[in-house]
């Protein structure tokens, strides 16, 4: 983890020496939710981002950044707690501070647009959120919430991760050098939440997050 962070680093303080031109703007979108062993959900995101583009190094080269509020909402697929005969599922609804690093290429498309492809790591650092667990016993009848923490997702008792990371990638379209449509997909590299209860269940599912987004550049 440390050395991942100490790279991005490195290279957000490198790349304004090469760079011949910076861009900033705004962007928003809708981010799919997919966990591994999960339900999909829908969330969101927003926020700001930024270019630099290489023109002297390669026509078309460029690196992207951004600080996005990310919400990355999952439901979990029931399960029987072997001991106590016990059948749940849990909903949850964590946000995030989503920090892309990607590096990618523009290829004219026309005489006012641009197809763009890039990749790269993201890190995401947890915020706040909520977390519910629906539970019903052996005869079907519902049961309280399991844990009812009132401090939220990160401290819930299946201990979930507070940082994230992992590669994603996108493509899209800019149009009058302002505006941006672009999908995405990133995928997680570090388990949600590792979660024991009564009967030492884990669980073990990865973010998988396909996006929707727009973006207008200053």
Known sequence: MKRIIIICLGVLMVLPIVAQEFRSGVLAGLNFNVPSNMESRC????????????????????????????SLPWKSEKHIYPRSGVVGYAKAVPYFLNIPLRAGF????????????NVGPYLNIGLFGNIK????????EPLPWYNADPSGYFNYVGSNHIVDWGLGFGTGIEVASHYQISLGYERGMRDIMRSSFDDRTIYDSRMRTFTLQLAYMF
């Open 133 to 140: 667990e629906f539970l019903r016993d052996a005869n079907n």
């Open 106 to 117: 523009k290829l004219n498309f026309g005489r006012t647009a641009k197809f763009y492809v």
């Open 43 to 70: 969330g969101f995101r927003m926020g700001v981002k930024g270019e630099l583009l290489f023109p002297m190094v390669v026509k078309g080269l460029y690196a992207e950044s951004a600080l996005t509020i990310s």
